[in-house]
């Protein structure tokens, strides 16, 4: 029988480097052509490894910013990974996407490449707090991702807040929510019966 269990991608690439940021992440995008080829060969090494002992649920492409990439590029692994490795036929294969970085039409296109889930880096709706984090996008561009990211097929969304930044008070975190509530007046977000 086989173990289940979920892979891992991570995509180095970013507009620029966030103030608070711990993630291995590089702005430098000349070597988009080697890393990715690398990546394929380690990609050939650990299905070796695992391609017989386990079954892949979920692929998650985090980072980084994945969304940064062209569509086909993540197409291109995701295709090289259901090759080398049992992945099931109804996988989850989630993408981390940063407002700023995409388009409903890009959305689309990720869509088409297999992305089937999107977690969306908002951190915060406040324009003081995304400045102070040195974030690209805006609130409103934040609310239009997750909007698009719905208009272009996408069921399974969420998204991140920061909670605990400097001078950040209850009626502030409170606020937050209240937006975030907003942004989910969406079908998808709303009780079935
Ligand atoms: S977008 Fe994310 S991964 Fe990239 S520098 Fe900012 S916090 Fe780090």
New binding site residues.
């Given amino acids: 029988m086989k173990q289940v269990a979920g892979l891992y991608v991570h995509i180095?690439?970013?507009?620029?480097?966030?103030i608070?940021?711990?993630?291995?992440?590089i702005?430098k995008d000349d070597n988009k052509t080697i890393y990715l080829k690398n990546l394929l060969n380690e990609i050939n090494h650990f299905s070796s490894i695992y391609s017989t002992s386990h079954q892949f649920k979920t692929i998650y492409f985090g980072?980084?910013?994945p969304s940064i990439m062209e569509p086909e590029y993540l197409g291109s692994i995701i295709s090289h990974l259901k090759e080398k490795f049992k992945i099931s036929e109804d996988a989850e294969i989630t993408m981390?996407t940063?407002p700023g970085t995409v388009s409903l039409e890009k959305l689309k296109r990720f869509r088409e490449q297999g992305i089937n889930r999107i977690s969306i880096?908002i951190?915060s709706f406040d324009k003081k707090d995304l400045k102070f984090?040195?974030?690209?996008h805006t609130g409103e561009a934040a609310v239009l991702t997750v909007h698009d990211a719905y208009e272009a097929g996408f069921r399974d969304i969420s998204i991140d807040l920061i909670f605990n930044l400097p001078g950040q008070t209850k009626r502030k975190w409170k606020k937050e929510l209240s937006k975030s509530r907003q942004v989910c007046q969406l079908p998808i977000f709303q009780p079935t019966v």
Avoid: A
Wanted: hydrophobic share 20%; proline share 4%.
């Fill in positions: 180095p690439f970013c507009d620029h480097k966030c608070y940021c711990d993630f291995y992440s702005i980072g980084g910013t981390e940063n880096g951190q984090l040195t974030r690209i």
